[in-house]
């Protein structure tokens, strides 16, 4: 992130108020927000990269005793956001009330003790248990079960987690949060992974055993599944859009993965495994994939009896 410089300090550098439209125009200087500057963003700058640059402006203009919170805090920290979250910067006041909301910040008003903070790359924000709460309190339970998630694998401890939901108690939203720190859990390895379980708790799915590994009669691994209903001789699969990247190893393709996950799956069924993927858009579709996941609980059932 290049240096952020607020208009005056550009004019005290010799610059003229037209000089600095002139190369806002051009594309060399970004004006992230009214009266703060950064080196030009490129057109494509992730969006939490673009959020970033925006917190860095913000706090350059507002109060050191703001704290960034909330979806912004979450960027710091590297935790998932979603675009509509990354329109404002979020800070936090030490008061009751007294919050406020403009086109680009979202000031909140709430009591916020000093080991409820901490300082990141120069910037003071909410500890990863106090932003997962405030992220369940005000997103759905999805988004705060998938930042929790995230969380824990960034070294959130339960108990940590726990006590910041306590010391919220009364605030609006508590009971998501409350639920939130029910659900959370470390072994979910991606967000599709998170909101599937969260979708699965609300539709009645049975809890299923998560990163199931699956033996061979000689104990050699087969494969190690994102979900596994072992009493229904069912596993199940998130498919997401990345993830057969994210398994590339060196030299290979995405067609070689693609591959071995069909052999791993191919494996699997002849072991006797029911086998049910599912995507994003299935889990827009309580009937179609629950639906899915009854008619395999119901063959793995028949073979294992």
């Given at each position: 992130?290049?240096?952020?410089?607020?208009?005056?300090?550009?004019?005290?550098?010799?610059?003229?108020?037209?000089e600095?439209?002139r190369?806002?125009?051009?594309?060399?200087?970004?004006r992230?927000?009214?009266?703060?500057?950064?080196?030009?963003?490129?057109?494509?700058?992730?969006?939490?990269?673009?959020?970033?640059?925006?917190?860095?402006?913000?706090?350059?203009?507002?109060?050191?005793e703001?704290?960034?919170?909330?979806?912004?805090?979450?960027?710091?920290?590297?935790?998932?956001?979603?675009?509509?979250?990354?329109?404002?910067?979020?800070?936090?006041?030490?008061?009751?009330?007294?919050?406020?909301?403009?086109?680009?910040?979202?000031?909140?008003g709430?009591?916020?003790?000093?080991?409820?903070?901490?300082?990141?790359?120069?910037?003071?924000?909410?500890?990863?248990a106090?932003?997962?709460?405030?992220?369940?309190?005000?997103?759905?339970?999805?988004?705060?079960?998938?930042?929790?998630?995230?969380?824990?694998?960034?070294?959130?401890?339960e108990?940590e987690l726990?006590?910041?939901?306590?010391?919220a108690?009364?605030?609006?939203?508590?009971?998501?949060?409350?639920?939130?720190?029910?659900?959370v859990?470390v072994?979910?390895e991606?967000?599709?992974?998170?909101f599937?379980?969260?979708?699965?708790?609300r539709?009645?799915?049975?809890?299923p055993i998560l990163?199931?590994?699956v033996?061979?009669?000689?104990?050699?691994?087969?494969?190690?599944?994102?979900?596994?209903?072992?009493?229904f001789?069912?596993?199940g699969?998130?498919?997401?859009?990345?993830?057969?990247?994210?398994?590339?190893k060196?030299?290979?393709?995405?067609?070689?993965?693609l591959?071995?996950e069909?052999?791993?799956?191919?494996?699997?069924?002849?072991?006797?495994w029911?086998?049910?993927?599912?995507?994003w858009?299935?889990?827009?579709?309580?009937?179609?994939?629950t639906?899915?996941?009854?008619?395999?609980f119901?063959?793995?059932?028949?073979m294992?009896?």
């Amino acid at each position: 992130m290049s240096e952020i410089n607020l208009h005056h300090e550009l004019l005290e550098q010799g610059q003229t108020k037209f000089e600095i439209a002139r190369r806002v125009r051009a594309g060399d200087l970004s004006r992230l927000r009214r009266g703060a500057y950064a080196g030009a963003l490129p057109g494509d700058a992730a969006p939490v990269a673009a959020h970033a640059a925006l917190v860095a402006a913000t706090l350059r203009q507002v109060s050191n005793e703001a704290v960034v919170s909330h979806a912004s805090a979450a960027v710091i920290h590297g935790l998932p956001t979603w675009i509509d979250q990354l329109d404002r910067v979020h800070l936090t006041r030490n008061r009751a009330g007294g919050g406020r909301r403009e086109r680009n910040l979202y000031v909140h008003g709430a009591p916020i003790s000093d080991h409820e903070t901490t300082v990141i790359d120069g910037i003071k924000v909410t500890r990863l248990a106090r932003t997962v709460v405030d992220l369940s309190r005000m997103e759905s339970i999805e988004r705060g079960v998938a930042a929790g998630d995230a969380a824990l694998r960034l070294g959130l401890r339960e108990y940590e987690l726990t006590a910041s939901v306590a010391a919220a108690c009364g605030r609006r939203g508590i009971g998501q949060a409350r639920i939130t720190a029910e659900l959370v859990d470390v072994r979910s390895e991606s967000v599709g992974e998170s909101f599937s379980r969260v979708r699965f708790w609300r539709w009645g799915v049975p809890a299923p055993i998560l990163q199931l590994e699956v033996r061979d009669p000689n104990g050699g691994l087969v494969g190690r599944c994102d979900f596994g209903w072992p009493e229904f001789g069912t596993i199940g699969e998130f498919d997401g859009r990345v993830k057969y990247g994210l398994l590339l190893k060196p030299g290979q393709t995405a067609e070689d993965v693609l591959l071995a996950e069909k052999r791993r799956e191919e494996r699997l069924r002849e072991l006797g495994w029911q086998v049910v993927r599912w995507g994003w858009a299935d889990l827009k579709n309580r009937t179609e994939l629950t639906a899915r996941l009854e008619a395999a609980f119901r063959r793995g059932r028949d073979m294992t009896t």
